[in-house]
């Protein structure tokens, strides 16, 4: 399920505006992949119609740890 605002994580949060499609974007960094086992660092971003209710995570850069 989506996530809501309080529990996207803050990890150095940018969020981005886009007019044209009435969304916004929060790109942010992970000190780990999205499991505890995975030891990647990444850059994950989550789509928003209202700033409150947020989609699906999606990762958009990994780095191998």
């Given at each position: ?11 150095r949060p ?14 942010g960094s ?18 928003t119609l ?16």
């Amino acid at each position: 399920s989506a996530p809501e605002r309080r529990q996207v994580p803050p990890g150095r949060p940018f969020v981005l505006p886009d007019p044209d499609e009435k969304v916004y974007y929060i790109y942010g960094s992970t000190n780990r992949g999205l499991s505890p086992s995975d030891v990647r660092k990444e850059v994950v971003v989550y789509r928003t119609l209202d700033l409150e209710d947020w989609g699906e995570i999606k990762r958009i850069v990994e780095v191998a740890g």
